[in-house]
């Protein structure tokens, strides 16, 4: 498939999701095959007003290619951070209008765009006129039950110059609860002629082949599948383009991923903070093994990286 200029071999995309979907992080789900990745989600008006963190979150490496996520209500503001991206060399802008988190949706940006299309062609029309890269949008089925709106909303934003739609498969009310709307992800892909890149509760081989079943999309985005689960790219891609099931990884081969993460972390943000980080991730990595839920106590009380390669470690001697 393409997006733009832009060929994919293979379509398993990492989604954005904020906390997570670092640089470090990013660039590791590359390297397990993500074909495409894009920036945890930065607000327009703070780029544009030259918030330092904004441009940090921007910052890219050898995760290629990758997008720009921005979010915001205003057409002009919008526009300025598109253009303010271009400094941060991305391959893709995309439209956040999926984002379900009160201080976003609450604020005109995100989810809160799925009330008022108007507003997100005027906003998608501003940042496809003001860049020559090719823009994308993410969206959700709509606010509730009762306001459906992917399909109009997506035939407005082809017709304001995308290059592609993301669908997460939820309304904004069911957060990331409740199960994935494959009839509307479906409908969104008849209605425009982009390609449709569907998301929600893909988290292996067999939910990656169902959703591509049941949408016909062209591409799908895995997030909170990914976590702690970077090789789920390699698995999805084995299965999808060879028919092959490749093997789980062992109890070794999650630590050494895990520590691998947890270090590109630290190279990029310091030890300080990605020791913090690391307790959010290693949970993740740790799940379901033998006397995880302690384990993870412990790591809340880690302040040195070399006290997670002894947990690992141990981990390693008591689950193998």
């Not at 959700?140 to 909303?153: C, K, N, P």
């Not at 998301?199 to 976590?227: F, H, P, W, Y």
Request: hydrophobic residues 40%; charged residues 25%; proline residues 4%.
């Amino acid at each position: 498939m393409n997006i733009g200029n832009l060929e994919f071999n293979n379509i398993a995309f990492l989604a954005p999701m904020a906390g997570m979907t670092d640089r470090a992080f990013r660039e590791l789900c590359t390297d397990y095959g993500a074909a495409y990745c894009v920036t945890e989600m930065v607000s327009s008006k703070g780029l544009t007003m030259g918030d330092r963190k904004s441009g940090e979150l921007l910052t890219l490496g050898n995760e290629r290619p990758c997008g720009a996520q921005i979010f915001g209500d205003s057409p002009e503001i919008m526009a300025a951070a598109a253009v303010k991206c271009l400094e941060y060399k991305p391959d893709i802008i995309d439209i956040n209008m999926g984002c379900p988190a009160p201080k976003v949706a609450m604020n005109g940006g995100g989810s809160s765009l799925l009330k008022k299309p108007g507003l997100a062609y005027e906003i998608t029309k501003a940042v496809v006129s003001a860049v020559d890269l090719p823009v994308t949008a993410k969206i959700r089925t709509g606010w509730d039950d009762e306001s459906i709106v992917a399909v109009e909303l997506a035939e407005l934003l082809e017709k304001a110059g995308v290059s592609a739609i993301a669908v997460h498969g939820r309304t904004r009310k069911q957060m990331y609860s409740g199960s994935v709307d494959f009839k509307t992800i479906a409908d969104v892909k008849k209605a425009v002629s982009v390609p449709v890149i569907a998301n929600g509760d893909v988290t292996d081989e067999q939910s990656a082949a169902l959703m591509l079943e049941k949408t016909d999309c062209d591409a799908l985005m895995i997030g909170r599948g990914a976590l702690g689960n970077p090789w789920v790219f390699s698995k999805i891609n084995a299965y999808l383009g060879e028919c092959r099931v490749l093997p789980e990884p062992t109890v070794t081969q999650k630590m050494t991923v895990m520590l691998k993460h947890i270090e590109k972390i630290i190279e990029y943000k310091g030890e300080y903070t990605a020791m913090r980080e690391a307790r959010h991730h290693a949970g993740y990595y740790t799940k379901g093994m033998r006397g995880g839920a302690a384990l993870r106590r412990e790591i809340c009380t880690f302040e040195h990286f070399e006290q997670l390669q002894e947990l690992a470690f141990r981990i390693v001697k008591e689950n193998e």
